[in-house]
């Protein structure tokens, strides 16, 4: 039997591109296994879609100081002889990365094991994660053409984003019944990532009042972030996360407000979602995000409201600019099919396989 061990963790968006290629290879009787860390986000989602699941030992890899910079490096050395050891037991043909710290360990695991490494990167610049893999990895796959730049020629692959195929399958009657929504007003999604984002929740709550006068919104807040006051707002309604109800949900949704991570932009594009994207700060970040939305900007899918000028009028105006424009958006949004990308990583695990 054809056997891969996926790993990737840290954030949603470093399993998410996983759990659309996971369907695929189940369906060509591959065996799936997935390590990741023992207390991450990613256990609980991918123990949610019942794939076995493996946690190892892993140190966050970190760009600033903090004390537990001496003590991880050790952790990420238990994880690798952890990772190791379990990919010796399962014996995979391949191994696909998705990125995040817990990676590290599993790709190096993997080629110890001299099995075939596969990366894939979100963003047009390498995380910190992947820059340590991509040295062991036989090829990396990209989602921006402008990634090329930035990695070994010789391995780099232009593929896009794998999506996942349930996400396609949304209904839009359904998510309005979820929500408890009508046709009457246009409805506004806010995805601030799995986390959450405080000051997107901030300056929506804000301008909510104006908001609600034209439209209907549906708040992804993140755990721990919901506004127990404006429970039972007319036109309002706010979760910490949503998984299953998700595809509805967007199928429902007539516009976007999100942060610029890649997975996410990827899927809103795919979806024909015209979108407000508020990259996180390079002094929350590295920067990606804000080149992920300049990105989709110079392509005519989005608008881009940058964190340092988020407040309540500027949001509102963003959500009018785009409004007006939509039609606009969406024509341009029409250049771009996602239809290729799994088709084609899946092609190159098969033929890693077959060496």
């Given amino acids: 039997m054809k056997k891969i061990v996926f790993t990737g963790g840290g954030s949603a968006g470093h399993v998410t591109p996983n759990l659309a290629l996971i369907p695929k290879l189940q369906q060509r009787s591959w065996d799936v296994h997935y390590i990741g860390s ?6 609980g989602i991918v123990e949610g879609a019942s794939i076995p699941y493996t946690g190892i030992s892993s140190g966050k890899l970190r760009r600033y100081f903090d004390l537990k910079n001496f003590k991880d490096p050790f952790k990420v050395m238990m994880g690798v002889m952890e990772a190791y050891a379990l990919i010796r037991k399962h014996k995979p043909d391949v191994v696909f990365s998705k990125g995040g710290f817990v990676s590290v360990p599993v790709v190096i695991g993997a080629w110890l094991n001299k099995v ?20 062991f990895a036989t090829k990396i796959f990209v989602t921006f053409e402008e990634a090329k730049a930035h990695l070994p020629k010789e391995k780099v692959i232009y593929t896009g ?22 046709m009457r007003k ?10 959450g984002a405080k000051r997107i929740n901030e ?12 439209y209907q919104v549906v708040h992804l807040c993140g755990k721990g972030n919901k506004d127990e006051s404006l429970e039972g707002t007319e036109g309002y309604r706010q979760f910490e996360y949503i998984s299953s109800e998700l595809p ?38 590295r920067g990606d995000q804000i080149l992920n939305a300049q990105a989709f900007e ?17 949001l509102l105006e963003a959500v009018q600019h785009v409004q007006k424009n939509r039609l606009r958006y969406k024509e341009n949004m029409l250049r771009y099919s996602a239809e290729n990308c799994l088709e084609e990583i899946m092609g190159y695990l098969e033929k890693a396989r077959k060496k």
């Fill in 248 to 285: 509805d949900v967007l199928a429902a949704a007539d516009l976007v407000i999100s942060r610029a991570g890649s997975n996410s932009i990827f899927e809103f594009l795919t979806l024909k979602k015209p979108m407000i994207l508020i990259p996180l700060s390079k002094a929350a970040s």
């Fill in 38 to 43: 023992k207390d991450g986000i990613e256990k």
């Fill in 186 to 195: 246009p409805i506004i999604i806010v995805m601030g990532g799995s986390l």
């Fill in 116 to 135: 075939p490494v596969f990366l894939h990167e979100s963003d047009i610049t390498p995380g910190l994660a992947n820059k340590i893999a991509l040295r």
């Fill in 203 to 214: 300056a929506v709550r804000a301008a909510l009042p104006d908001l609600l006068q034209h």
């Fill in 298 to 314: 110079k392509m005519g899918y989005c608008h881009v409201l940058y964190e340092e000028n988020l407040e309540k009028d500027t």
């Fill in 161 to 182: 984003s794998p999506i996942r195929e349930d996400l396609l399958k949304g209904h839009r009657e359904t998510g309005l019944e979820l929500l408890g929504f009508t």
